[in-house]
């Protein structure tokens, strides 16, 4: 598995970023921001711009959820963190309340594609498991990051060593390594050159995505089959 590696900046803790923030607006805001000053750090592809990602947006979804839909699951933040046009490079979601952080669990990650897996095989947010795809002769990457821990099965380490995974298969749970005390997903998706894409080709704020608590959502929402 090869994949370009990631930069990171220097960044302040999120829970005093978050606090910061709670002066002037809600805690939860300041939480969504904070991350979303996280995840820029997180960036694969040098001299990205709003522009230039969506103009390289994939046009056949092929993802599922990375966990199984309860009435619990919401969406913290989408492509974008803001209407100015911040991005985020990606989706986090939660198992709880958005607007009360202290109700926040952990959950069950699951690949959301079949693919080959490493955990902690590059740079990355806290755990973190890589997922790479081949769709039609195209590889993409899927990305499951700040977990609290990594499946026994997913080899760590090295991008040399891969595990095959199926949609659906465990791959750790949720957790909040690299952004401490909130616990979280990062799910993001990467071209093979490490371009960020909307993992759905919405590219939109939080509250436009389908919200992962509807009855029956699964393959039907993102991908043709």
Known sequence: MRMSTPRFSSLPSIRFVATSLNKTGSYVAGVALALAML??????????TAHAVAAQQATTPFLTLPFEATER??????????SSGGLHNGIDYI??????????????????????ACGNCTSRQGNA???KHNVNGVTYYTYY?????????IPLGSQSRTLTVKRGQFLGWAGDTGAR????LHFALYTAGSR????????KLRQYYPQPNDAAPGI?????E
């Open 73 to 82: 699951m919401s969406i913290l933040s989408g492509w974008y963190y803001s």
């Open 145 to 153: 990051g700040h977990l609290a821990s990594i499946s026994d099965d």
């Open 220 to 224: 039907g929402w993102f991908i043709n």
């Open 181 to 184: 005390g909130v616990l979280h």
């Open 39 to 48: 995840a820029s750090a997180f960036v694969p592809y040098a001299g990205n």
């Open 95 to 116: 198992n709880g309340s958005v607007n009360r952080l202290n109700t926040w669990k952990t959950f069950a990650v699951i690949a959301s594609a079949d693919g080959e």
């Open 129 to 131: 498991v890589w997922v």
């Open 196 to 203: 960020p894409l909307d993992p759905y080709t919405i590219g």
